[in-house]
């Protein structure tokens, strides 16, 4: 499954930022929680995608290593062709699994939308504990399970399962987290983003690599007929809005 989730990312590389309208919104938020009193160390990004966030990293962070990793290599390559003119030797750019960790030592450690891939989200949280420095952070963002509920809703009114993958969601990390980590604050924001039509939405999760099923659901032909037939009328000409629920979690070894 893992090798599936690179290789649709990696294929999406080129095309990404056109369609990664939600990551795009996200990540404005994810600059401004940013911290400033960190210890020394680098910084270490999971998910570095095609550099959005790396970009940030390079700016705040300029006198720091930083480590920018994906699992997929196409987007290690748009990262780093989008920080190349501005690339000391200081950065690193490593194709890596975020839930296995090879680095060490880390001042921060920070990932956007990128947790809700994992296979154990908690689990590679408290993973970040043998990689941080004392006093290093985590700062995370992931799609939570809240998301879609307008996918949901359709589904359910058509009798039609809901593909949607399954969803980290707070509660269940804070009380993994808790004892572990030091002043751990959790909290989200709804995102809404607009599509003309149902098929354009369902166009953006392929254009993005974000169409990878991770519990082997799908409609057949027949059913996704009426799914992308029902919800169309449904909206009577108006456009899609869908509304993903951005969750944040920042913490201190």
Same mark, same amino acid.
């Not at 309208?21 to 160390?41: D, E, F, R």
């Not at 409609?219 to 037939?229: D, H, I, T, V, Y």
């Given at each position: 499954?893992?090798?599936?989730?690179?290789?649709?990312?990696?294929?999406?590389?080129?095309?990404?930022?056109?369609?990664?309208?939600? =990551?795009?919104?996200?990540?404005?938020? %994810?600059?401004?929680?940013?911290? *400033?009193?960190?210890?020394?160390?680098?910084?270490?990004?999971?998910?570095?995608?095609?550099?959005?966030?790396?970009?940030?990293?390079?700016?705040?962070?300029?006198?720091?290593?930083?480590?920018?990793?994906? %699992?997929?290599?196409? %987007?290690?390559? =748009?990262?780093?062709? *989008?920080?190349? =003119?501005?690339?000391?030797?200081?950065?690193?750019?490593?194709?890596?699994?975020?839930?296995?960790?090879?680095?060490?030592?880390?001042?921060?450690?920070?990932?956007?939308?990128? %947790?809700?891939?994992?296979?154990?989200?908690?689990?590679?949280?408290?993973?970040?504990?043998?990689?941080?420095?004392?006093?290093?952070?985590?700062?995370?963002?992931?799609?939570?399970?809240?998301?879609?509920? &307008?996918?949901?809703?359709?589904?359910?009114?058509?009798?039609?399962?809901?593909?949607?993958?399954?969803?980290?969601?707070? &509660? *269940?990390?804070?009380?993994?987290?808790?004892?572990?980590?030091?002043?751990? $604050?959790?909290?989200?924001?709804?995102?809404?983003?607009?599509?003309?039509?149902?098929?354009?939405?369902?166009?953006?999760? $392929?254009?993005?690599?974000?169409?990878?099923?991770?519990?082997?659901?799908?409609?057949?032909?027949?059913?996704?007929?009426?799914?992308?037939?029902?919800? &169309?009328?449904k909206l009577d000409g108006a456009p899609l809005i869908m509304t993903y629920n951005i969750q944040y979690l920042r913490a201190v070894r």
């Open positions: 499954m893992k090798k599936r989730i690179a290789s649709n990312f990696s294929q999406a590389a080129a095309d990404y930022d056109e369609f990664a309208l939600v =990551q795009k919104k996200s990540i404005v938020t %994810m600059g401004g929680l940013l911290p *400033h009193n960190l210890p020394p160390g680098p910084i270490l990004e999971i998910g570095c995608g095609t550099g959005r966030l790396s970009r940030e990293l390079s700016t705040v962070f300029r006198n720091r290593s930083l480590i920018f990793t994906d %699992m997929a290599s196409g %987007m290690i390559e =748009q990262c780093r062709r *989008h920080l190349t =003119q501005a690339s000391p030797p200081r950065h690193i750019w490593l194709i890596m699994d975020g839930e296995a960790l090879a680095a060490r030592g880390c001042a921060l450690i920070v990932s956007s939308l990128t %947790m809700q891939w994992f296979n154990d989200p908690a689990s590679a949280l408290e993973d970040t504990l043998a990689v941080l420095r004392d006093g290093g952070q985590i700062l995370f963002s992931y799609i939570g399970a809240d998301s879609c509920p &307008q996918w949901r809703q359709i589904c359910a009114e058509l009798n039609l399962s809901c593909t949607i993958n399954p969803l980290p969601d707070h &509660q *269940h990390l804070a009380a993994r987290l808790e004892g572990k980590f030091k002043d751990i $604050k959790l909290w989200s924001e709804n995102i809404d983003i607009e599509y003309a039509t149902v098929r354009d939405f369902f166009y953006s999760l $392929k254009k993005t690599g974000a169409a990878t099923q991770l519990r082997g659901l799908r409609l057949n032909s027949f059913e996704m007929g009426r799914l992308l037939k029902g919800w &169309q009328l």
